[in-house]
C-alpha cells in the first residue's frame, strides 16, 4: 500500500515543523519567565553543578556550596575579591593533591 497526501495518522512536515517550532517558542518564554523570576528575588543564579561542589551567582558575588563527609559548607566570595581568591583555592587545591 502506497503513502499519500491523504493517508490518516500521517502529518505533513510543514505541520510538524510548525508544531516543533511552537514548542520551542514555549520553552524560550518558560526559560525567561525563570530567569525574570530569579531577578526579582535575588535568588543566586546556578553557574555549574558538581558532585561535590555547586555555584550561584547571586547580586552580592558568587556563592560556592561545598558538600563533604565532615559536612556542608557554604562561603560567598565578593565580585572584587574573585580574582584572590581564585588563585588562593587553586594553591589550596594542589597541596590538597600533593597530601593524598
Not at 516543533?20 to 530569579?38: F, G, P, S, V, Y
Not at 588562593?88 to 594542589?94: F, G, K, N, R
Request: aromatic residues 2%; hydrophobic residues 30%; charged residues 35%.
Amino acid at each position: 500500500m502506497a503513502v499519500t497526501e491523504n493517508t490518516p495518522g500521517k502529518k505533513d512536515k510543514a505541520a510538524r515543523a510548525a508544531g516543533k517550532e511552537k514548542r520551542r517558542e514555549r520553552k524560550a518564554e518558560k526559560q525567561a519567565k525563570r530567569e525574570a523570576a530569579h531577578q526579582e528575588t535575588g535568588r543566586p543564579t546556578r553557574l555549574c553543578s558538581l558532585s561535590t561542589v555547586e555555584v550561584r551567582k547571586g547580586n552580592e558575588g558568587f556563592v560556592v556550596a561545598v558538600k563533604g563527609p565532615q559536612g556542608n559548607r557554604t562561603f560567598q566570595i565578593a565580585p572584587d575579591q574573585t580574582s584572590q581568591i581564585l588563585r588562593d583555592l587553586e594553591t589550596a587545591i594542589v597541596v590538597i593533591r600533593g597530601q593524598l
